[in-house]
Nanobody, 120 residues
Framework: QVHLVESGGGLVQPGGSLRLSCVAP???????????MAWYRQAPGNEREMVAT???????NYADFVKGRFTISRNNSRKTVYLQMNGLKPEDTAVYYC???????????WGQGTQVTVSS
């Protein structure tokens, strides 16, 4: 069972930056690299939406609304995926979730989420 732990959320002013982290502490390295990782977000009253994804080979994909502002990366030796968020806007306010998808089975696991609030 994959266990994901997110951190790094908080309150930031518009234009500010945050870096989210998501670690899979119970996975060994050889298993972790079989997973594609992603960040999603869900604002109150909205459906959960994809923010960014990164495959086990490092290929990335971004939602249009974050392109040029957010960067997803992973450190496989630390079993951690990051989301660097710059130029934050009030509409980026949401709970951000980390997701791990196994490259062969397609099974997905979610973290508990971390709150990001962008407000002056």
């Amino acid at each position: 069972q994959v266990h994901l732990v997110e951190s790094g959320g908080g309150l930031v002013q518009p234009g500010g930056s945050l870096r989210l982290s998501c670690v899979a502490p119970r996975l060994i390295f050889s298993t972790y690299i079989q997973y594609s990782m992603a960040w999603y977000r869900q604002a109150p009253g909205n459906e959960r939406e994809m923010v960014a994804t990164i495959t086990n080979s490092g290929s990335t994909n971004y939602a249009d609304f974050v392109k040029g502002r957010f960067t997803i990366s992973r450190n496989n030796s630390r079993k951690t995926v990051y989301l660097q968020m710059n130029g934050l806007k009030p509409e980026d306010t949401a709970v951000y979730y980390c997701s791990a998808v196994h490259s062969a089975s397609g099974s997905a696991t979610w973290g508990q989420g971390t709150q990001v609030t962008v407000s002056s």
